[in-house]
């Protein structure tokens, strides 16, 4: 059933209605993608292992170990001889945590693909905000340790030293220059810089990050005896050796096989409304896309003024053998450009990411749905896999805004999904409701035994994941489907 939810309280629904406000479709070509039975009548993917963070985590600390105990092992004797020795010992120390340390963080942006699925998007953000700092600290902990260890009991300064350093070869010469393209990245990321600067100047250099850790690689291996030779030499050069991989795979070999294989192009535009279209793509063997509802991709159209910019949009449809969806909401020039694509425009896809799939729910049974303004789009397409009888809340600043309401009767029809329309400003007093305890429990009852899929602004999101957790709702049946809108 489908049901309006009044801005000034909610109410449960009673038969299928069309809301009030919402008889007339917005403009554009509502409805020309009806539910498929197909995807719904598909088998669950099976059920994938839960342990996957926990083995990340241990993996990463127990090879953290393992590359302070190559410095604890080189050291060659049992104590230091005095306060230079001392900072020389904590600086080779720091220079084994930092490499490590950048190694993982050059892993977390691989985009390979059993790591975006173990952790998603969400936590391998986090992972990549904290590597980052602690990186930097460690390294420049290294090098001023070091400095200091050689400028003691020379009696000199550390800019002496540093100068001395410089000229001693070109591994050093090397480490300096990746040092200072790391240093640089720090500073244009603090807030106001980094607002300041223009978006392609940061994307740029960010990739130049690669190049700052493959130039602290040489002299890793020619000015300290820590890695001089024997398994010491092996791990460190394996480390690198299969982050490059990593790399390699994840941002150039899996793409191209992925385009070369599907050759996705623009069939049609479709708007939904005035401000929202659906980009409908074709392709060869999309039934062998790996891709599941809630999944976003990088689209990157092969257009004038499109092909350097990647855009991350989950699909709006379940996936099927001969057409997939996309919908987005003009938020500026460069998604407004979207809507003028040609038919038979070159797609250029990455992925699939994330953890938001039907294949992690927790708990058997129905689920539930909550979308919030254009995070409704992975919602649709989850919703048309969706176990019968499972609930959607969708909240949209105004009833006008709600989209696919055709197909929601529809999937409501088919699936029996009880749907909810949830329109208002944020302080009316149905939209308040929904963010609280006693309103999503009137809406949903048994909210404790299902698994919620959330979809929306990041502070929205979190805002309703802690009104679910203060009703006891478990963390691992709230699933989060990325917030890249």
């Given at each position: 059933?489908?049901?309006?939810?009044?801005?000034?309280?909610?109410?449960?629904?009673?038969?299928?209605?069309?809301?009030?406000?919402?008889?007339?479709?917005?403009?554009?070509?509502?409805?020309?993608?009806?539910?498929?039975?197909?995807?719904?009548?598909?088998?669950?993917?099976?059920?994938?292992?839960?342990?996957?963070?926990?083995?990340?985590r241990?993996?990463?600390?127990?090879?953290?170990?393992?590359?302070?105990?190559?410095?604890?092992?080189?050291?060659?004797?049992p104590?230091?001889?005095?306060?230079?020795?001392?900072?020389?010992?904590a600086?080779?120390?720091?220079?084994?945590?930092?490499?490590?340390?950048?190694?993982?963080?050059?892993?977390?942006?691989?985009?390979?693909?059993?790591?975006?699925?173990?952790?998603?998007?969400?936590?391998?953000?986090?992972?990549?905000?904290?590597?980052?700092p602690?990186?930097?600290?460690?390294?420049?902990?290294?090098?001023?340790?070091?400095?200091?260890?050689?400028?003691?009991?020379?009696?000199?300064?550390?800019?002496?030293?540093?100068?001395?350093?410089?000229?001693?070869?070109?591994?050093?010469?090397?480490?300096?220059?990746?040092?200072?393209?790391?240093?640089?990245?720090?500073?244009?990321?603090?807030g106001?810089?980094?607002?300041?600067?223009?978006?392609?100047?940061?994307?740029?250099?960010?990739?130049?990050?690669?190049?700052?850790?493959?130039?602290?690689?040489?002299?890793?291996?020619?000015a300290?005896?820590?890695?001089?030779?024997?398994?010491?030499?092996?791990?460190w050069?394996?480390?690198?050796?299969?982050?490059?991989?990593?790399?390699?795979?994840?941002r150039?070999?899996?793409?191209?096989?992925?385009?070369?294989?599907?050759?996705?192009?623009?069939?049609?535009?479709?708007?939904?409304?005035?401000?929202?279209?659906s980009?409908?793509?074709?392709?060869?063997?999309?039934?062998?896309?790996r891709?599941?509802?809630?999944?976003?991709?990088?689209?990157?159209?092969?257009?004038?003024?499109?092909?350097?910019?990647?855009?991350?949009?989950?699909?709006?449809?379940?996936?099927?053998?001969?057409?997939?969806?996309?919908?987005?909401?003009?938020?500026?020039?460069?998604?407004?450009?979207?809507?003028?694509?040609?038919?038979?425009?070159?797609?250029?896809?990455?992925?699939?990411?994330?953890?938001?799939?039907?294949?992690?729910?927790?708990?058997?049974?129905?689920?539930?749905?909550?979308?919030?303004?254009?995070?409704?789009?992975?919602?649709?397409?989850?919703?048309?896999?969706?176990?019968?009888?499972?609930?959607v809340?969708?909240?949209?600043?105004?009833?006008g805004?709600?989209?696919?309401?055709?197909?929601?009767?529809?999937?409501?029809?088919?699936?029996?999904?009880?749907?909810?329309?949830?329109?208002?400003?944020?302080?009316d007093p149905?939209?308040?409701?929904?963010?609280?305890?006693?309103?999503?429990?009137?809406?949903?009852?048994?909210?404790?035994?299902?698994?919620?899929?959330?979809?929306?602004?990041?502070?929205?999101?979190?805002?309703?994941?802690?009104?679910?957790?203060?009703?006891?709702?478990?963390?691992?049946?709230?699933?989060?489907?990325?917030?890249?809108?």
């Amino acid at each position: 059933m489908t049901t309006a939810i009044p801005t000034g309280a909610h109410r449960r629904p009673g038969r299928p209605t069309t809301p009030a406000g919402l008889a007339t479709p917005p403009a554009g070509r509502v409805g020309t993608w009806p539910p498929d039975p197909a995807p719904a009548a598909a088998a669950r993917p099976a059920r994938p292992w839960a342990g996957e963070r926990t083995l990340v985590r241990v993996l990463f600390w127990w090879l953290l170990a393992a590359s302070v105990a190559v410095w604890w092992f080189g050291t060659g004797s049992p104590a230091p001889a005095d306060l230079a020795d001392l900072l020389r010992e904590a600086g080779r120390a720091a220079g084994m945590v930092a490499g490590y340390l950048l190694l993982a963080q050059a892993l977390v942006v691989s985009r390979v693909a059993w790591l975006e699925e173990w952790l998603g998007p969400r936590d391998l953000l986090r992972w990549h905000r904290w590597l980052g700092p602690a990186a930097l600290l460690t390294l420049l902990a290294h090098v001023l340790l070091l400095l200091g260890a050689a400028a003691l009991p020379a009696r000199t300064s550390l800019l002496a030293e540093a100068a001395v350093l410089f000229r001693s070869g070109p591994d050093m010469r090397e480490a300096f220059a990746g040092a200072g393209l790391l240093v640089l990245l720090a500073l244009v990321a603090v807030g106001p810089v980094r607002r300041a600067v223009p978006p392609g100047f940061w994307k740029l250099l960010h990739r130049a990050t690669y190049v700052g850790v493959y130039l602290g690689y040489g002299h890793q291996f020619t000015a300290g005896r820590d890695l001089a030779g024997g398994f010491a030499r092996t791990y460190w050069a394996t480390l690198y050796a299969l982050t490059a991989t990593a790399l390699l795979w994840g941002r150039v070999v899996e793409p191209l096989w992925l385009n070369a294989r599907h050759r996705l192009r623009v069939v049609e535009v479709v708007w939904e409304s005035s401000q929202v279209f659906s980009v409908h793509l074709a392709g060869r063997d999309l039934d062998r896309l790996r891709i599941q509802p809630g999944q976003p991709l990088r689209w990157r159209f092969v257009d004038w003024g499109q092909w350097t910019r990647s855009h991350p949009y989950c699909l709006s449809a379940a996936p099927r053998a001969d057409r997939l969806r996309l919908t987005i909401k003009i938020d500026g020039e460069q998604s407004a450009q979207l809507g003028r694509l040609r038919p038979g425009t070159r797609v250029l896809a990455e992925g699939p990411y994330g953890r938001a799939t039907p294949a992690r729910a927790r708990v058997g049974g129905p689920v539930l749905f909550i979308g919030f303004g254009r995070g409704i789009a992975p919602v649709r397409a989850l919703a048309e896999v969706a176990p019968v009888g499972s609930t959607v809340i969708y909240r949209a600043r105004r009833e006008g805004d709600v989209l696919f309401q055709q197909e929601w009767a529809a999937l409501a029809a088919r699936r029996r999904l009880d749907v909810r329309y949830v329109a208002g400003r944020r302080r009316d007093p149905g939209p308040r409701a929904l963010l609280t305890r006693a309103g999503l429990r009137r809406l949903v009852p048994d909210v404790v035994r299902r698994d919620v899929y959330l979809s929306g602004p990041p502070e929205v999101v979190e805002a309703c994941v802690r009104v679910l957790r203060r009703l006891h709702v478990p963390a691992a049946q709230i699933h989060r489907s990325p917030a890249e809108y």
